[in-house]
């Protein structure tokens, strides 16, 4: 056991139940009406439903933040070319370039992960009458199409797969 589990793991349970804890050499005492607040109260019911303690909860708390983050400044940085078709999805009404975010707050209908990972779906992913295409795939397709014929040489690309 390791010197980081023993204070989590031991250590933090003695602080809630009003023990004495000896720490190295000196002795601390945990004040008995020092009662967590009702958050921390529920964090530690949930800690202790998961099977671990509060310091491990914050950590992951710190590492989903951060994931966010992540994910958000790459919705802001990345680009997409967004088809909107009409109701009977036969017609591209219009075609815009813009940034994942401003596409998933335009769309709606997507889930702004879905257009991070875009890639994984061939570059090509459709949501309601949205047609969203990655950079990738726009770079690829412009090569081989002209921008006119661009949307249906992938359709039939992946028709023919």
Request: proline fraction near 1%; hydrophobic fraction near 45%; charged fraction near 30%.
């Amino acid at each position: 056991m390791t010197r980081a589990s023993y204070y989590d793991d031991i250590l933090e349970r003695r602080i809630e139940n009003g023990a004495k804890i000896l720490a190295g050499e000196h002795i601390l005492y945990a004040i008995e009406d020092a009662r967590l607040s009702q958050k921390g109260e529920e964090l530690a019911e949930a800690a202790h439903a998961f099977g671990t303690t509060r310091a491990k909860m914050f950590a992951l708390r710190k590492l989903v933040g951060q994931i966010s983050q992540t994910c958000e400044e790459r919705l802001a940085r990345e680009m997409t070319l967004v088809y909107t078709l009409n109701e009977l999805r036969d017609r591209v009404v219009a075609a815009g370039y813009m940034t994942k975010a401003e596409a998933a707050e335009m769309a709606g209908t997507v889930v702004p992960g879905e257009l991070l990972d875009i890639d994984l779906y061939g570059g090509l992913l459709v949501r309601g009458r949205f047609v969203f295409l990655s950079e990738k795939e726009l770079a690829r397709g412009l090569e081989v199409y002209e921008a006119k014929a661009l949307l249906n040489g992938l359709i039939k690309e992946r028709l023919a797969a």
